[in-house]
């Protein structure tokens, strides 16, 4: 199989990273292949929303598995826009990595697959028009994974703690629900080798409300957490303050049952302390 990654993001990286052997060729697209040193074999292809080169455009015509993971714009789908021709020609198998965020607020309420996307963020709106243009681009043998919060090495709440920006936000009910980067990538390839499409939320068994991780984390590392704030008078942006505006738990029975996927991190106390033993670039607190 020859994949071709749209964005070679955090998650689509560690895919690939993890993956790369299952395929007999893999390439995929950043803004300046020339400014990144850091994707040793991976083909790189620029990709910052205009046509692309020719040669792009033909690996993208060859391959098997096409993994998108570039955001919409407000125009719609950059990706589409400009190769949607190329894309509606051939058959292959597509896998867009959507968000859980199309759900909107349920007041902490449990939602799975079939509750119809209510958020009433432009940005999730835009997901589900993504979603849709994918699904009829693909001729249906597309697989929509929908994130949760993505954490995982150099970017968890043990990393927030140690550069000095973690914070524990209260606001009463709100929950947030949570993915390890490697149950992402064990997602992604069981999504390839089902024959058939469908929508799947990818995300652990626990949502849980966000001071209660970095609390967590602050007693791995044997440090104080940081003072609570309250949510209505905490300083916030804009974007940072919309992610309180919902609240739901999400439920993951989908993809284990339909896709067999085992979390190798069911909840985010197991996912930190991997991090905790494994990751060596955070250091515990100087005695």
Known sequence: ?????LGLGYSARHFARKFAGSFSHVAGTVRDPNTRDDLAGI???GFAGGRPADATVDRIREADILLVSIPPASTGDPALAVLGDV???GRRKVVYLSTIGVYGDHTGGWVDESTPPQSSLDRARMRVAAEQAWTETAHGDVAILRLAGIYGPGRNALVTLQNGTARRIIKPGQVFNRIHVDDIASAIMAAINRKSGGTWNV????????QDVITYAAGLMGVAPPAEEAFATAEMSAMARSFYASSARVSNAKLKLELGVTLTYP???HGLDALWRDDKTILPPRK
């Open 43 to 45: 083909e790189l292809h």
């Open 203 to 210: 995300c652990d068994d626990e949502p849980a409300p966000p």
């Open 87 to 89: 894309l509606a020609a």
């Open 267 to 269: 909840t985010y106390r």
């Open 1 to 5: 199989m020859r994949l071709f990654i």
